[in-house]
């Protein structure tokens, strides 16, 4: 099995790590993930973050910067540039970028399916992650131990941990679950995130299921992968309460 960070899009379809990042940026940017004035990694950090050379990471930024979503400039940051006028122009445009169906859904609904298939996922994936994966988790955890005042850097972390234990449970059709519900409510966990010590927990989370992995024991990856989607569930429902609160 091929376990880099784009293995199932690569047998999904026939398109260039170039693209899948762009789709991926620009998913980012549709569900909330990245925002108008957000500093994005550095073309070294991107490239290690999704697994690819930092000439498609340049090339993916370049292409980005098309359509007019990113400003790059050398010797500085690459920053957010589009906002929700722009972003509602490139959407029309764009059959590829669309936000997902699956926000049409209530929390609790997201939640217990989430629950269902990641749960599933652990279980799997503990029986048959090898040791290059339980390495590729652990740096994970390395990078994210220093993230804890890097909301934005943290949550495109967090999304490739779900998804490198998706594609370890060998499961094509759990892993297209698993990305697109956890694509569920993104600018809620964007804000929760931003929460003092949020980070914090869900990196020690973080940790336990990794434990569990590298012991190999499905019960326990369960139990880690439930308790983290508890934590997770409980958090941004908090937050999509207080802002019906406000709206009112």
């Known amino acids: 099995m091929d376990n880099s960070v784009f293995a199932f899009e690569k047998a999904l379809k026939n398109k260039t790590k170039k693209e899948i990042l762009v789709d991926k940026l620009i998913n980012m940017l549709m569900t909330g993930l990245l925002r108008e004035g957000d500093l994005l990694p550095s073309e070294r950090e991107l490239a290690q973050l999704f697994e690819v050379s930092r000439e498609t990471v340049r090339g993916a930024l370049s292409q980005m910067a098309a359509y007019a979503l990113i400003s790059v400039s050398h010797g500085s940051k690459t920053r957010v540039i589009a906002n929700e006028e722009t972003l509602a122009r490139f959407q ?12 049409h859904f209530d929390v609790d609904c997201v939640f217990e399916s989430r629950i269902v298939v990641e749960a599933a996922i652990a279980k799997r994936a503990a029986t048959r992650i090898d040791a290059e994966g ?3 988790l ?3 955890l390395e990078a994210q131990s220093r993230l804890f005042d890097a909301p934005v850097y943290f949550q495109l972390s967090d999304q490739n941990f779900h998804k490198l234990i998706s594609e370890y449970a060998d499961n094509a059709l759990l892993l297209r ?3 697109e519900l956890y694509g569920y409510g993104l600018d809620l966990r964007r804000a929760v995130m931003v929460e003092e010590g949020a980070i914090a927990r869900s990196y020690q989370e973080h940790v336990h299921i990794v434990e569990a992995l590298k012991r190999g024991d499905p019960e326990a990856a369960e139990r880690a992968m439930l308790a983290h989607l ?3 569930y409980r958090t941004t429902k908090e937050k999509a309460a207080r802002r019906e609160v406000d709206a009112l």
Do not use: F, H, L, P
């Open 92 to 103: 029309n445009a764009q059959d590829t970028a669309k936000v997902t169906e699956i926000e």
């Open 134 to 136: 339980i390495q590729k």
């Open 138 to 140: 652990e740096r994970m």
């Open 177 to 179: 679950y698993a990305q």
């Open 230 to 232: 508890d934590s997770v």
